[in-house]
């Protein structure tokens, strides 16, 4: 069993900075490609920004500049420094990680989301 735990959301008035951290716990060999993804009311789930085991990162076009996605392999956890935050970035945040568990299977794992609202 793998929990992914996400925490660092809030309200922030627009051109403020949050940071983002999901904890994965539970029966880990390794971690493979992390990413982040948001959902706003009405709209479909997109990916924000991800990072592969080695550190390759990858960001939506409305975030880059903006968004710097980062890991800590020893402690199996995944940033996202978020600034210059408009309105349109609010949403639920979500993390999904791609695992080996211990027992050598290869799942996705999704934590339970953070709310993120840029509001002046």
């Known amino acids: 069993q793998v929990q992914l735990v996400e925490s660092g959301g809030g309200l922030v008035q627009p051109g403020g900075s949050l940071r983002l951290s999901c904890a994965a716990s539970?029966?880990?060999?390794?971690?493979?490609?992390v990413g982040w993804y948001r959902q706003s009311p009405g709209k479909e789930r997109e990916l924000v920004a991800a990072i592969t085991s080695g550190g390759t990162t990858n960001y939506a076009d409305s975030v880059k500049g903006r968004f710097t996605i980062s890991r800590d392999n020893a402690k199996n956890t995944v940033s996202l420094q978020m600034n210059s935050l408009k309105p349109e970035d609010t949403a639920v945040y979500y993390c999904?990680?791609?695992?080996?568990?211990?027992?050598?299977?290869?799942?996705?794992?999704w934590g339970q989301g953070t709310q993120v609202t840029v509001s002046s």
């Open positions: 999904k990680a791609n695992v080996v568990t211990k027992t050598l299977y290869m799942l996705d794992y």
């Open positions: 539970g029966s880990i060999l390794s971690i493979n490609v």
